[in-house]
């Protein structure tokens, strides 16, 4: 399945009416899933449609079930500003099922008394879904991928509500190339007397479930969680044909400031790789694996550095502003002490006012995810336009002198136009803000255009 949204396609779903010239022929991708396509595992690496292999980088939500504590990022805001700001290419929406602590609100949950996102909710269900549905609608509009994460440790008691769950995503969204399922968001390890969660009982439940997306949804990756949270990994790459499906990964999450989650298991994670097994981290942290304790700066590089060389995807916890290590939004003040981070959290959020772990994460999640410039053929070659997103200036590289260099609105608007008349001319991108443009290159008595993004 590949949506191969064109220019126009992507303007109407973000919202906008764009009255276009006939000379304006756009024909470049702007985002992630444009440029990527559909994720495919081709050996042991989750790839772009055409085999490309990449690393994607992007935020994950907090537990959905949880959202009455703490600011709610499961809207649009929080999406556009993440893809537009943050320039991630990925965002994880992790549908809490059903908690001890989450007072009936799970997705499965029998809670009825709770307000959130400035309204009532009438059951649990809606609480989520709702919520979840903003947070894909705004991915494919933004052009990203987004994990619809079923965010429990105990997933093989909710197998019935789990097919069904993902029977009904699977039906409405699975016709879109941006839409990866997190079946399983991580089976327990060991705990208290108990014994970890087995690989055998994580198959037992991911069978009906891949059995149910695949009804609806042929191709779109599926990432099926490990054993002791997410990090036995070496389990299924000693069991790998115990399901008939190309197209899935395994889950491996860590955090970095948890001893047993530095080396050891970076051996594990390549020993699986080198096995056959394709792994995507849909959770990291760059703390302890209570969501607390210090931020390790120095061992979240070498897990970094370590997922881009081995071209795996990694998706952070937590985009909220709970008051914890792990959140990368400023959490709330004391009321008593009124400052920036009294504000809403999304709008704490859109301000940039980030945690450490949140500043280094930003910086991060930009740096893997810029994409190199669209495919654009002016006079039958093809041109180069970099660094996209743009910052103070992009450069247009051609064989032939460029005339002209237009930027417009997505109204068609003309905002920027240059007589430039030479080679590998630059133009200044300083005066505009963040969101997305159209860079117009006239040569030769030719135009060609690309969408293009101010950071």
């Known amino acids: 399945m590949n949506t191969g949204i064109n220019y126009l396609k992507q303007v109407v779903a973000l919202g906008f009416i764009l009255l276009l010239t006939s000379n304006l022929d756009i024909t470049a991708q702007n985002g992630a899933v444009g440029k990527f396509g559909r994720l495919q595992v081709n050996g042991n690496k989750v790839t772009a449609e055409d085999g490309t292999e990449i690393s994607l980088a992007g ?12 600011s709610d990022f499961y809207n649009k805001e929080t999406v556009d500003h993440l893809a537009n700001n943050w320039n991630a290419s990925i965002v994880r929406a992790a549908v809490g099922v059903t908690e001890t602590w989450d007072g009936g609100r799970g997705y499965i949950g029998n809670g009825t008394d709770f307000y959130a996102a400035g309204r009532e909710w009438k059951d649990a269900k809606e609480f989520n879904l709702v919520r979840l549905e903003a947070v894909i609608d705004a991915a494919i509009a933004n052009d990203i991928y987004v994990i619809v994460d079923w965010h429990t440790h105990e997933a093989e008691k909710y197998v019935n509500e789990a ?15 941006h839409i990866i399922y997190e079946i399983y968001n991580e089976p327990y390890g060991a705990r208290q007397g108990n014994p970890k969660t087995s690989w055998s009982t994580i198959k037992n439940y991911s069978r009906p479930v891949i059995a149910e997306i695949r009804k609806n949804d042929k191709d779109n990756l599926i990432v099926v969680g490990t054993s002791t949270w997410s990090q036995d990994v070496d389990e299924p790459a000693a069991d790998q044909n115990w399901i008939n499906d190309p197209n899935i990964a395994y889950a491996l999450h860590f955090y970095a400031n948890t001893a047993d989650h530095q080396q050891p298991l970076r051996n594990k994670a390549k020993l699986a790789m080198d096995a056959g097994i394709a792994l995507f981290v849909t959770e990291f942290g760059s703390v302890s694996a209570d969501g607390n304790g210090g931020f390790n700066r120095n061992q979240t590089n070498q897990w970094i550095n370590f997922l881009k060389n081995n071209k795996v995807s990694f998706v952070n916890w937590s985009l909220s502003d709970l008051n914890e290590t792990s959140a990368v939004i400023t959490a709330k003040a004391d009321p008593s002490n009124p400052s920036n981070s009294d504000l809403n959290g999304v709008q704490r959020f859109l301000n940039n006012d980030l945690t450490a772990p949140g500043n280094f994460m930003k910086s991060i999640v930009q740096q893997q995810n810029t994409l190199s410039a669209p495919e654009v053929i002016l006079n039958g070659e093809q041109i180069k336009i970099y660094p996209l997103p743009a910052e103070d200036r992009i450069t247009i590289e051609a064989e032939d002198i460029i005339n002209t260099i237009s930027i417009l609105d997505l109204t068609g608007k003309l905002l920027v136009t240059q007589q430039v008349s030479k080679l590998n001319p630059e133009v200044s991108t300083e005066a505009l803000t963040t969101g997305n ?17 101010k950071k």
């Open 59 to 70: 935020m994950s939500l907090f537990w959905s079930n949880a959202a009455w504590t703490l």
């Open 163 to 177: 097919v069904e769950f993902f029977g009904y995503i699977s039906k409405k969204y699975g016709s879109n190339d």
């Open 437 to 453: 443009y159209i860079l117009k290159i006239e040569a030769n008595g030719k135009t060609a255009s690309a969408l293009i993004t």
